[in-house]
């Protein structure tokens, strides 16, 4: 299936990098962007993504647009690509818009279970195969579900968080991911698979942020810093976007840089805390390999074969076996985040801004 599939890929790709020139009407607002290769072969199948919103990660905009906008030119594939702006029902609307017009493969990261699967199932009514990118719908039926192993990013933060504490004991408070997004509860219990044991550290405080909101996160995390009376010497802390708003507050109580706090995404403001020495770790998860995941699998959708899987995922409410394309996630501190640059993850001239500049410098980031 592999060979058949690579084979058909390469044919693709022949054929649309020979018509480059025709037909791409992309466009790269926050509203959407279409693609089309202008080649009616491989125009056989049209793929909608709807990202989930633009405010608790930047990293749907501003990393996985672009990439998987990258992934469906290279594979010579149509594409439509919207953002449901954190709105449960538009995303239901934009579906059924996509699928009226006629996308044969439809790719959903959910704001929530319950509207994914809705969504997911009307889609299968229409003969329309779907794809969960990034989150597991919960109850769903999609054909597969293409992310990082998310346990694993966890993990990485829950290690980070003790490498950067060390052996004294210490007072940790865990910011959590939205309790609507099945993520969240996986990176959650990677970070207590790694944490918990770790007789040295207690958990102060714990609390979701519903729908990875900021700003909500600030004030969650102020309320918890107060409750233990300041005595907060770590944080567990589930995005970049999070360990942003606790180390604002950190910042008001003259704490930043002393109380180690992680993150994920690897954003530019994550990795430019991360020079600044306010910030311990982030996650990198490739979005040019997540993207490339995506496209691979709904070509395969398209073609009516079989994608390459790393194996299953088993879905906690169904139990069904969800098969799975999943990435491996990167641990990044000062050391490597370099890495992320050289990876095409950010650009230098991204990161290096004004005072940051010297900072990349003395890391070796140039
Ligand atoms: C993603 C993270 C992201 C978060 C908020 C999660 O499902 O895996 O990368 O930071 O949602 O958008």
């Known amino acids: 299936m592999k060979r058949k599939h690579s084979l058909v890929l390469v044919g693709m790709l022949g054929v649309a990098m020979s018509l480059t020139a025709c037909g791409d009407d992309s466009d790269s607002g926050s509203e959407g962007s279409e693609g089309s290769t202008g080649d009616s072969s491989a125009a056989a199948g049209k793929i909608g993504v709807i990202l989930p919103d633009t405010e608790s990660s930047v990293r749907w905009e501003s990393a996985d647009r672009p990439a998987l906008e990258a992934a469906f030119k290279e594979a010579g594939v149509e594409y439509d690509i919207q953002n449901a702006e954190g709105d449960a029902e538009r995303m239901t609307q934009i579906a059924d818009t996509m699928i009226g017009?006629?996308?044969?493969v439809l790719a959903?990261?959910?704001?929530?279970?319950?509207?994914?699967?809705?969504?997911?199932?009307?889609?299968?009514?229409?003969?329309?195969?779907?794809?969960?990118?990034?989150?597991?719908t919960l109850n769903g039926t999609a054909q597969y579900y293409v992310s990082f192993d998310n346990t694993l990013v966890g993990e990485l933060q829950g290690q980070g968080l003790a490498d950067c504490l060390g052996d004294k004991k210490a007072n940790i408070v865990f910011l959590n991911g939205s309790p609507t997004d099945n993520n969240a509860t996986l990176f959650a219990d990677g970070a207590h698979s790694v944490l918990d044991p770790m007789t040295n550290f207690t958990v102060v405080g714990e609390q979701a942020v519903p729908e990875w909101d900021n700003e909500e996160a600030a004030t969650i995390f102020q309320q918890l810093y107060t409750a233990a009376d300041g005595k907060v010497d770590g944080v567990l802390a589930?995005?970049?976007?999070?360990?942003?708003?606790?180390?604002g507050i950190l910042?008001?109580?003259g704490q930043a840089g002393k109380v180690p706090?992680?993150?994920?995404?690897?954003?530019?403001?994550?990795?430019?805390?991360?020079?600044a020495g306010t910030q311990c770790m982030t996650v990198y998860k490739s979005a040019t390999q997540e993207a490339g995941a995506l496209?691979?699998?709904?070509?395969?959708?398209?073609?009516?074969?079989d994608a390459q899987t790393t194996g299953t995922t088993k879905d906690s409410e169904s139990g069904r076996e969800v098969p799975s394309i999943l990435l491996e996630p990167l641990s990044i501190t000062k050391d490597n985040v370099g890495d992320v640059i050289t990876d095409g993850?950010?650009?230098?001239?991204?990161?290096c801004t004004g005072s940051y500049a010297a900072l990349c410098t003395e890391a070796g980031i140039s």
């Open 101 to 104: 017009n006629g996308v044969t």
């Open 108 to 136: 959903i990261v959910n704001l929530d279970s319950e509207s994914g699967a809705a969504i997911q199932e009307k889609a299968e009514s229409q003969g329309v195969a779907t794809i969960d990118y990034d989150r597991l």
């Open 238 to 247: 589930a995005n970049d976007g999070l360990g942003g708003a606790a180390i």
């Open 251 to 253: 910042e008001g109580n």
């Open 261 to 275: 706090v992680t993150g994920q995404d690897a954003t530019v403001e994550g990795l430019q805390n991360i020079l």
């Open 295 to 305: 496209a691979d699998a709904a070509i395969a959708l398209v073609n009516g074969e």
């Open 345 to 351: 993850g950010q650009t230098v001239e991204d990161v």
